[in-house]
């Protein structure tokens, strides 16, 4: 009789286990209650399983948090999930959701760098971002270049123009560092491969001349024509005479118009009244830009005005430049 009543025993709790392996295998596989659009879902730094699963459970994804826990547990995961920011798309189940959480896969953001703007321009950028945690608030250049590690550079045209992406979370000094790192890495592969013979001793030379150059000109197009320009002028000692740098060394001042008393004052930027390069960059230079100041187009052309739509007309003499002015700029 006792054999019997142990045999029954055991035989309701094999049907139990088999039912219980079976509801939570179910229970996996099944697909979580998301949104047809699915949601971006945030999982705080510190948060334990125990945690995430109740709080699945409570906005209703899933129907049971134990089970989601027994899931981690049984497949070694539990300890291992990662905080950030994920997307959940419709069709996720909950064993994907936990791998997903493990792989730390978490939502990307991103941030674009554009050619052509200022240091100042890239920290309105920056500070305008939700998803980067703001730590710069009240320090100047110099103590940013100091928290990033260079407390003696300046930082403009330091920064390469690109887009990046990162999580959210991602503080703004370490953004600065990767868009720092990947210039100072563009700059030198290129400085390496430069052609000979050119008038630039270093390859911050090179930085400050194509931060001009991007400054003249939206068209890729005309980059290594006017690269061509300022380092025949460079090598022949002549004023770059180049209006972006006046404008730069204005400042604040500026208001849309060069007026002539701007181009005879005095400032280190003023490439109309002082011989060679600028102090620093005048902007944060492409990697276009800065390729065309290494690999310069060929020619004779020593200068070059706007034509309006948005080209340039180039010419060997002043004479021919002053026929070109007179056809594209006094006839405005």
Known sequence: MLHRLLGIIVLIG????AWFLMTLNDFSEMPLALPETGLIYELPAGSSLSAVAKDLEKQGYIKSALYFQLIARWDGQAGKIKAGEYQLDPGL??????DLFVAGKVKSHAL???EGWTFRELLVAIKGHKSLKQTLEGLNDQEIMARLGYPETDPEGRFLPDTYHFPKGT????FLKRAYNAMEQYLNNEWAKRETGLPLKTPYDALILASIVEKETGQETERPEIAGVFIRRLKKGMLLQTDPTVIY????????????????EDTPYN????????PTPI???GAHAIHSVLHPGK?????FVAKGDGYHQFSATLTEHNSAVKKYQLKR
Request: aromatic share 8%.
């Open 14 to 17: 094999s049907f139990a286990v």
């Open 93 to 98: 189940t909950p064993r994907s959701l936990i």
């Open 112 to 114: 674009t760098i554009v």
């Open 171 to 174: 503080t703004d000094i370490d």
């Open 249 to 264: 060394g204005m400042g604040e001042r500026y208001k849309g118009n060069i007026r002539r008393r701007d181009l005879r």
């Open 271 to 278: 490439t109309y009244v002082h011989k060679g390069l600028t």
């Open 283 to 285: 902007s944060l230079p």
């Open 299 to 303: 020619g004779n052309s020593l200068y």
